[in-house]
C-alpha cells in the first residue's frame, strides 16, 4: 500500500489500469530487471507503447480519454513519452520525473545510480552510452513536440531528483502554451508520506484526469 502511487485508489475511480512490466520490473530475472540500464528511452518506452496500443483496441477501451501517469522513472517516462507519443495519450503526470538528465545528473546526491544507470557523465564525448543517454534520451531535448497538457507534481525534499527537474518541466510547458499544473510538496520527498499531503495528492491527481 502507498499513500502515492496505489492502483486499487486509481480503478476504485473507475479507471482502466494499464501496467506494463517493462523491462526493468522485477519479476522476470535479473537479465529482463538490468535491461534498462543505459537504454532509458529504448526497449522500455516501446513495451509502454505496444502495452497501451494493445489494450486500446479492447471494446471496453475509450482510445480518446487515455492518459498516461508515472512517478520517479515513470515520472521521467512521463516527460519523454511526452514528446514521442504521436498522440496516442490526452493527458500526463509525471512526478518527481528526471526532465533535464544533465542538470540532474549535476544536482542528485547519489552518483552511484546515474553513473551507472546513464552510463557515465555527459561530458565524456568518448562514451557513446553517456552520450546516447544524455542526448537522445533526454526529456528536454523533445520538448518542442510537446503538445498535451501535463500535470507536474515535485517533493521540496526529494535530493534524488532535485526540485529543479519540476520546475524546469513546468515552465518549458508553460513557456510553450501546453495546459499545465505545478504541484509542490516543500516537505515531502522522493514520496509523499504525510498522511494530509496525501490526501491532497489523491484529490489533485484524480481532479487533473477528469
Known amino acids: ?17 494499464v501496467a506494463p512490466s517493462r523491462r526493468g520490473m522485477s519479476g522476470f530475472g535479473i537479465e ?7 537504454d532509458y528511452g ?7 507503447l505496444s502495452a497501451i496500443d494493445a489494450l486500446a483496441k479492447e471494446p471496453f477501451v475509450d482510445e480518446n480519454r487515455l492518459g498516461c501517469v508515472g ?23 509525471a512526478h518527481d520525473g528526471m526532465f533535464n538528465l544533465r542538470s540532474m545528473y549535476g544536482t542528485t546526491e547519489e552518483m552511484f545510480f546515474v553513473n551507472w544507470d546513464l552510463g ?13 543517454a ?4 533526454n526529456p528536454i531535448n523533445h520538448v518542442s513536440k510537446w503538445d498535451t497538457p501535463i500535470l507536474i507534481i515535485q517533493g521540496g525534499k526529494d535530493y534524488r531528483i532535485s526540485i529543479g527537474q519540476g520546475l524546469e518541466a513546468f515552465n518549458a510547458a508553460q513557456l510553450r502554451g501546453v495546459k499545465s499544473k505545478l504541484l509542490y510538496f516543500p516537505e515531502e520527498n522522493h514520496w509523499v508520506l504525510n498522511p494530509q499531503n496525501s490526501i491532497v495528492w489523491q484529490r489533485e491527481f484524480f481532479k487533473w484526469l477528469k
Open 71 to 93: 512517478a520517479s522513472y515513470g515520472g521521467y517516462s512521463a516527460f519523454y513519452l511526452a514528446g514521442i507519443h504521436e498522440g496516442r495519450f490526452k493527458s500526463f503526470i
Open 134 to 137: 544524455f542526448n537522445e534520451f
Open 42 to 48: 529504448g526497449q522500455n518506452m516501446k513495451d509502454y
Open 32 to 38: 529482463w530487471n538490468e535491461q534498462i540500464s543505459k
Open 120 to 132: 557515465g557523465n555527459y561530458w565524456d564525448t568518448s562514451n557513446k552510452a553517456a552520450q546516447k
Open 1 to 17: 500500500y502507498s499513500y502515492r502511487w496505489n492502483f486499487q485508489i486509481m480503478a476504485a475511480q473507475g479507471y482502466i489500469v
